[in-house]
């Protein structure tokens, strides 16, 4: 597994879990399908920002300001 694949796994566990807890006292479909939902989205976004955190950076910013 490599970094991004690692936070994703983690943050998408934690998420879920969490949700899960929350709506545990209410249990309708309606609910898990939501928390499936944003477990998956949450996992995602931390993929890709995972990702993208071991891309080099555009310098164009910087050369702004110089």
Do not use: H
Not at 12 to 18: D, E, K, P, Q, R
Not at 22 to 46: D, E, H, S
Request: no cysteine; net charge positive; proline share 5%.
């Amino acid at each position: 597994m490599n970094k991004a694949e690692k936070s994703a796994l983690k943050t998408g566990g934690i998420f879920g879990t969490l949700g899960a807890v929350v709506i545990l006292p209410f249990a309708t479909p309606v609910l898990w399908a939501a928390l499936a939902y944003g477990t998956y989205k949450v996992a995602r976004t931390a993929y890709y920002n995972a990702k993208l955190d071991g891309t080099p950076k555009d310098k164009t910013d910087e050369d702004l300001f110089v």
